[in-house]
C-alpha cells in the first residue's frame, strides 16, 4: 500500500513524498533500485524490526527546498522518527559528508536510532 502526500511550505513550491508502508514486501532495501530520479530514504523502528521505505523523492524537488540534500534527509528522519544517524548502506557506514549536492547522491539511504 503506497500514500500520497503533499506538503506546502512557506514557499511556492509544493512538495510531494510518496510513502509506501511495511506491508509493501515489493520495496526491499536490500534489492538494487535503479531510480535515477528519484532518492528513497529508509527506516528502521528498533534492532528486531525489518528496514521500510519511508519517502521516496524526486531528484529534480531537492533543488526547490535545499542545497544539501543529506543534510536535509537527514532532517526528514529527525522529523519522522526522532535523534537519529542517516547511512549510505542497511549495514554500511555513516554518511560522514552532509556537504555533497545532488550530483552524489545515492538511491538509498537509511536512518536509523542506535539507542532506540
Given at each position: 500500500?503506497?500514500?500520497?502526500?503533499?506538503f506546502?511550505?512557506?514557499?511556492?513550491?509544493e512538495?510531494?513524498?510518496?510513502?509506501?508502508?511495511n506491508?509493501?514486501?515489493?520495496?526491499?532495501?536490500?534489492?538494487?533500485?535503479?531510480?535515477?530520479?528519484?532518492?528513497?530514504?529508509?527506516?528502521?523502528?528498533?534492532?528486531?524490526?525489518?528496514?521500510f521505505?519511508?519517502?521516496?523523492?524526486?531528484i529534480d524537488?531537492?533543488?526547490?527546498?535545499?542545497?544539501?540534500?543529506?543534510?536535509?534527509?537527514?532532517f526528514?528522519?529527525?522529523?519522522?522518527?526522532?535523534?537519529?544517524?542517516?547511512?549510505?548502506?542497511?549495514?554500511?557506514?555513516?554518511?560522514?559528508?552532509?556537504?555533497?549536492?545532488?550530483?552524489?547522491?545515492?538511491?538509498?539511504?537509511?536512518?536509523?536510532?542506535?539507542?532506540?
Open positions: 500500500m503506497t500514500f500520497k502526500f503533499k506546502k511550505l512557506l514557499c511556492t513550491h512538495l510531494e513524498i510518496i510513502m509506501a508502508t506491508s509493501d514486501r515489493s520495496l526491499s532495501p536490500l534489492t538494487e533500485y535503479k531510480y535515477s530520479t528519484t532518492v528513497q530514504l529508509w527506516l528502521k523502528i528498533d534492532s528486531d524490526s525489518d528496514w521505505s519511508a519517502l521516496i523523492i524526486p524537488e531537492f533543488i526547490n527546498f535545499t542545497l544539501r540534500p543529506l543534510k536535509w534527509l537527514r526528514l528522519g529527525f522529523t519522522i522518527f526522532g535523534q537519529g544517524v542517516l547511512y549510505i548502506s542497511p549495514n554500511g557506514p555513516e554518511v560522514d559528508d552532509y556537504m555533497l549536492g545532488l550530483e552524489s547522491l545515492q538511491d538509498n539511504y537509511y536512518y536509523y536510532s542506535p539507542g532506540k
